[in-house]
């Protein structure tokens, strides 16, 4: 009888952030690299574009134009999925058909004026305007009365559905607690309760003494690839402070936080020499005005590439009616990852 081997045998996996259990086979991955690696031709974009909504000075689709900005730029999401103006009111019909009304903001955030940057190309200097700006809007969004929640967010890449290249996220800013952040909150607070200590900050511990998942470090920072990983490059930030939110970075903390948000992301445009598509948010306490003593600040990247630059990892399947599923480790990836530092 063999031993029971993370690295050889199929097993799940607990993320005691969601509750979730996710399925690894590394069997099936002995050689994650067995796909090709092909060059993508670098696209050429051009520093203004006079056709693009977030170029400075351009029109947008509500007709107004945007400021000639010289760094960042955040403005009302035009199409807005969430309104600050909805009435309150509710549907329902016995337990079974329910419906709440729901107040929201939503913005849309440019990092830069330039049309041809990503957050990897940029100077740290200028990411660390984008963090103050994050700073700024989740103190302001969230001082808001019917803000419970802010989420700040980048799909990046067309094939994350990102409807433009210039470089910019978004924030949604909301009554109610979703359902990612809603889990986050019960477990880190279930786990403070007990414990009297921070989830994340004792996960923290155990990944800096195993080292095996740990991909980038600096003296407030931390990279690594998470134990319960689903996506084959997944990764989280996390502050080695216990913060909460990012109103209580001090401006060490958002220098390093923009180094850390820099190298990772030239790190991925490493992996298959592609501009690495991703989703990225940050998760920290909900603004409902309770305290949270448990929850730790922390930054998820969720990128879809698994084999090269256009083979991308499909959640279907298996992964739709059961639970998430992965071939190479999480530990593997890392280890690929951190090559690329
Ligand atoms: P995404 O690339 O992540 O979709 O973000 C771009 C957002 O920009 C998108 O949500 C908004 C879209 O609604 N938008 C405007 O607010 N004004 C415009 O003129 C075009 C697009
Ligand atoms: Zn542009």
Redesign the pocket.
């Known amino acids: 009888m063999t031993t029971f081997d993370l690295a050889e045998h199929p097993h799940r996996r607990y993320n005691p952030l969601s509750g979730e259990w996710i399925l690894v086979s590394p069997h099936r991955a002995k050689r994650p690299w067995q796909g090709q690696e092909e060059e993508m031709p670098k696209e050429n974009r051009p520093e203004y574009d006079p056709t693009c909504?977030?170029c400075p000075t351009n029109?947008?689709?509500?007709g107004e134009h945007n400021p000639d900005y010289k760094s960042t730029y955040a403005?009302?999401?035009?199409?807005?999925?969430l309104q600050p103006g909805t009435p309150a009111g509710a549907f329902t019909r016995g337990s079974l058909l329910r419906a709440e009304s729901e107040r929201g903001i939503?913005k849309?955030v440019c990092f830069s004026p330039r049309h041809d940057l990503t957050l990897s190309d940029m100077a740290v200097e200028d990411i660390r305007k984008v963090v103050d700006l994050w700073q700024q809007e989740y103190e302001e969004l969230g001082m808001l009365d019917f803000v419970n929640h802010v989420q700040i967010?980048?799909?990046k890449g067309q094939v994350?559905?990102?409807?433009?290249p210039h470089p910019?996220?978004?924030i949604w800013a909301q009554s109610s607690i979703p359902a990612g952040p809603a889990k986050e909150t019960q477990h880190q607070a279930a786990y403070y309760k007990k414990n009297q200590r921070s989830l994340l900050q004792d996960y923290l511990e155990i990944e800096l003494e195993e080292k095996t998942r740990i991909i980038y470090e600096n003296h407030l920072f931390v990279v690594l690839v998470p134990f319960w990983a689903v996506w084959p490059f997944e990764t989280m930030i996390l502050p080695r402070r216990h913060l909460q939110h990012i109103g209580q970075m001090d401006d060490a903390d958002k220098n390093a936080f923009a180094e850390a948000i820099r190298q990772l992301t030239m790190a991925y445009d490493r992996v298959f020499n592609v501009s690495f598509p991703y989703s990225a948010g940050i998760h920290q306490s909900p603004t409902d005005g309770q305290e949270h003593p448990g929850w730790h600040l922390h930054m998820h990247f969720y990128p879809p590439l698994l084999r090269s630059a256009t083979v991308k990892k499909f959640m279907v399947g298996y992964e739709m009616m059961g639970d998430p599923q992965r071939d190479i480790t999480p530990e593997t990836s890392a280890e690929r990852l951190r090559s690329l530092f």
């Open positions: 909504y977030l029109e947008r689709a509500n403005f009302d999401n035009d199409f807005a999925a939503c849309v967010f980048e799909n994350m559905g990102a409807s433009n910019h996220g978004q």
